[in-house]
């Protein structure tokens, strides 16, 4: 059974920089896609970055690229997400997703995933 926990979120000023850990049991990283997103208060869920089991990596456009990283420790089986640069629209849920890549061709959709965490808050002030 993939169970996947993420960690790390809190509450930091804007400029700050903040590590989010997924910690994967159930699976494989190295035979999975895998990705965070958030979800913004009253906003639907989107893609921050993904990561394909080949190692690619793909980003949400201008709002996180030269801040965000996605990276894995296939050792450990886990997923972080490096935030620099905080800014208060980066206030969110972050969730972890992953996903055989046989389930999806793409990565950028929620419904490319079929296995996610409960989530962590993630708030940064002004």
């Known amino acids: 059974q993939v169970q996947l926990v993420e960690s790390g979120g809190g509450l930091v000023q804007a400029g700050n920089s903040l590590r989010l850990s997924c910690g994967a049991s159930g699976l494989t990283l190295s035979y999975n896609n895998m990705a965070w997103f958030r979800q913004p208060p009253g906003k639907e869920r989107e893609l921050v970055a993904a990561i394909r089991y080949t190692g690619s990596t793909t980003y949400n456009g201008d709002s996180v690229k030269g801040r965000f990283t996605i990276s894995t420790d296939n050792a450990k089986n886990t997923v972080y997400l490096q935030m620099n640069s905080l800014k208060p629209e980066d206030t969110a849920i972050y969730y972890c997703?992953?996903?055989?890549?046989?389930?999806?061709?793409?990565?950028?959709?929620?419904?490319?995933?079929?296995?996610w965490g409960p989530g962590t808050q993630v708030t940064v002030s002004s």
């Open positions: 997703a992953s996903s055989f890549p046989t389930y999806a061709l793409t990565l950028t959709s929620p419904s490319d995933y079929n296995h």
